[in-house]
């Protein structure tokens, strides 16, 4: 008989972020401290006086954009110029409210 023991199932993609058991806390608090820091930089003040909306493209005073993470750091994502967009208030509730999937259709649709 020259079956193996190959079978047709075999690996399922696997794309669940596992939380770390442990420090997990402490790397949020990071990353929030970070996001401060970040808030105070140059190369921030630079981001909000563009005044634009990274969602929407809308055109906002400085003071009404907050500082929103793409990825957000619940999510795995991090405090970096790369993850880090000026977003406002209206973007921000909506992006709290929708499901990750939802919001992504939402931005899909804006395009
Ligand atoms: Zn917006």
Redesign the pocket.
Known sequence: MGKTGRKGLSRQKERVVVPKPSGEEGELALEKAKARELRQSEWWKRQLAKGV??????A?PARELTMDHVVPLSRGGRTARGNVVP??K??NTRKKHLLPMEWEEWLAGRG
């Open positions: 909306c990274h969602y929407c493209g809308g906002f977003c406002c209206e973007c």
